[in-house]
């Protein structure tokens, strides 16, 4: 049977390691993926969709439940493809989704493998 | 009244492997389980190579100039995770900007297995090439086995 436990703090059974639920909320990523150099979600928590928009465009990560303002943070790392290296760079924010571009060095869009993404904020 | 559970392992009763928590704007829910974070670490790269802290991590290797290769102690249940991380700048007068990356998948050095990964710090002013970073940090996402 399902059930809601109502609680605060969470603590172990030693009274040890006390966590405040706010915490454990706050501290969770609300969303994260990673997709392949095709733009394939490989796997994905909390995202609905993304689109290939182009060379290095990673356009329209929509979240299935969206965050509470455009103040979140976004973090992540781009696998290499080929012989270029890639790094990301964020483009448009908004509460239901956002737009990355993924560059190399040198500044050229990239189309980038094991690129993932992570996001910490709060849901709406 | 505020409340305070002593507990040692969270279950979930439908489905073990999943509770929902409701979230800052006390409606929405989300899963507690693929919110954590499943690992992190965080080395010192230049001096000598060490761990500085982590969760879930077994090891970490120094295979040469900025290719590292850390380990996690339980496995994810796939190579599909995301990763997140961040270095630092090496110092001196002309500071040397630093990004991560993991290689080309036809590179014959790739490792991405449901343990182990192996990442590159390339200086972002000097030709891609490798550098050890003071301070390298990386976090992964992803379902546990």
């Known amino acids: 049977m399902a059930s809601i436990l109502r609680v605060n703090t969470l603590t172990d059974a030693s009274s040890n390691n006390s966590t405040a639920m706010s915490t454990v909320f706050g501290g969770s990523g609300k969303a994260w993926l990673q997709h392949n150099s095709s733009h394939a979600i490989q796997d994905s928590f909390n995202f609905a969709s993304i689109t290939d928009g182009g060379t290095g465009l990673t356009s329209d990560a929509t979240f299935t439940s969206a965050m509470v303002n455009d103040d979140y943070a976004i973090s992540g790392c781009a696998g290499a493809t080929t012989n270029d290296d890639g790094f990301w760079a964020l483009t448009a924010i908004a509460t239901t989704d956002f737009n990355v571009r993924c560059r190399t060095h040198n500044g050229n869009l990239n189309d980038s493998n094991n690129a993932s993404l992570v996001v910490h904020g709060d849901l709406a | ?145």
């Open chain 2, 1 to 145: 009244m505020a409340s305070q559970l002593k507990v040692d392992t969270l279950t979930g009763v439908t489905t073990a492997g999943s509770i929902v928590v409701t979230g800052e704007g006390n409606s929405t829910t989300t899963s507690l389980q693929q919110g954590l974070a499943k690992s992190w670490v965080c080395l010192k790269g230049s001096d000598t190579f060490a761990v500085r802290d982590s969760f879930n991590t077994t090891s970490a290797t120094d295979n040469g100039v900025g290719d590292y290769t850390t380990t996690r102690s339980n496995a994810l249940a796939n190579g599909d995770y995301a990763t997140a991380g961040i270095c630092s700048a090496t110092g001196g007068g002309d500071p040397h900007y630093n990004f991560i990356v993991e290689n080309s998948e036809n590179s014959g050095t790739k490792i991405r297995t449901t343990t182990a990964l192996r990442t590159y710090i390339l200086n972002a002013r000097d030709n891609q090439s490798t550098n050890d970073a003071p301070d390298y940090s990386m976090t992964f996402m992803g379902d546990l086995a």
